[in-house]
């Protein structure tokens, strides 16, 4: 498959273990955020989304976290199993009405069995 | 996500030659937009368009143009292909649905990876 997490931040987990990958976003005008994963050969895939009027959403084993206040997110994945090795990258809309998204470069996930 | 869908899925192709990739969605969207990712830079915004009749430059639409012939069709052309094109190519889509739901989340096709030698 494509190779395209070369030079990228990465994280290694045992299988079982949960996993936090981080993003920092620049616009603090930002009201709507997203997180991808891409695995190898693959197009992005959506996982989870929360608006800037929450702090927290939680869907199947993904959990986000938004912390306007020294624009942070985090993408949570409890209970991580070899399926979830991938890219995981965020994206911003940097509010407007324009609905372009602008994205982080991504962390490569490793899941150890 | 099958419900968008690049045609081809790989080409190999040589510098001067014309190129064009094409997308097609079923996801009933009003909005389309065209991404290049290269190792290490992330996904970059070539071109995108609201509506049939609406086309806007992204960031980096230098050397490609874009056609929408039609509301769930997005075609990306490179006049005279060079090396630095060679990249992973994706399409993506969002929008109203008629039923009502989520707008800015984009839903991306499976990429087509070009090589130009």
């Known amino acids: 498959g494509e190779s395209v997490g070369l030079h990228l931040p990465t994280l290694s987990v045992q299988e079982g273990d949960n996993s936090i990958i981080n993003c920092a976003y620049s616009n603090s005008a930002s009201d709507y955020f997203i997180w991808y994963k891409q695995e190898s050969g693959k197009g992005p895939q959506f996982i989870i989304d929360?608006?800037?009027?929450?702090d927290k959403r939680q869907g199947q084993r993904v959990t986000v976290l938004l912390n306007k206040t020294v624009k942070h997110l985090s993408l949570q994945i409890a209970a991580t199993q070899p399926g979830d090795s991938a890219v995981y990258f965020c994206a911003e809309n940097s509010g407007g009405s324009n609905y372009k998204l602008t994205f982080g470069k991504g962390t490569l996930l490793t899941v150890n069995p | 996500d099958a419900d968008v869908t690049q045609t081809p899925r790989n080409r190999i192709t040589k510098t001067g030659k014309r190129i064009m990739l094409e997308c097609s969605q079923t996801?009933?969207?009003?909005?389309m937009y065209w991404y290049r990712q290269d190792p290490g830079l992330g996904l970059r915004l070539i071109y995108y368009s609201f509506d049939v009749k609406d086309i806007n430059k992204g960031e980096i639409s230098d050397g490609y143009s874009v056609s929408r012939q039609a509301q769930a069709k997005f075609s990306l052309s490179l006049e005279s292909a060079i090396p630095n094109q060679t990249a992973l190519y994706f399409c993506a889509t969002s929008g109203e649905l008629a039923s009502g739901g989520a707008t800015d989340t984009q839903y991306f096709g499976p990429g087509t990876r070009l090589t130009v030698l």
């Open positions: 929360i608006r800037s009027n929450m």
């Open positions: 996801k009933g969207h009003d909005r």
